[in-house]
């Protein structure tokens, strides 16, 4: 079994930043794919930044110029850099991931999310 932690969500002002971090543990060989996703209540859930293992990356383009997804390979962590935070950008924000046990297919995990707020 792998769990995913996220941490650094919390409220800061238009304008401000915050360092979003998801760690896994547990039964991994590797990780493919690493994402952060948001959702606002009554909204579908919505994929802002995603990393491979490679180092490819891509981003919502609502949050583009303005987000970083970077990874630490070796700690199995991801980490999502906000800044010029805007209202908008409040929602909880769940770590996703792809990960290889080094036996069958990858399973894809999530995190339990970490709450974003943003004042105006």
């Known amino acids: 079994q792998v769990q995913l932690v996220e941490s650094g969500g919390g409220l800061v002002q238009a304008g401000g930043s915050l360092r979003l971090s998801c760690a896994a543990s547990?039964?991994?060989?590797?990780?493919?794919?690493m994402r952060w996703y948001r959702q606002v209540p009554g909204k579908q859930r919505e994929l802002v930044a995603a990393a491979t293992s490679g180092g490819n990356t891509n981003y919502a383009d609502s949050v583009k110029g303005r987000f970083t997804i970077s990874r630490d390979n070796a700690k199995n962590t991801v980490y999502l850099q906000m800044n010029s935070l805007k209202p908008e950008d409040t929602a909880v924000y769940y770590c996703n991931a792809d990960v290889f046990a080094g036996d069958y297919d990858p399973i894809n995990y999530w995190g339990r999310g970490t709450l974003v707020t943003v004042s105006s």
């Open positions: 547990g039964r991994i060989f590797s990780i493919n794919a």
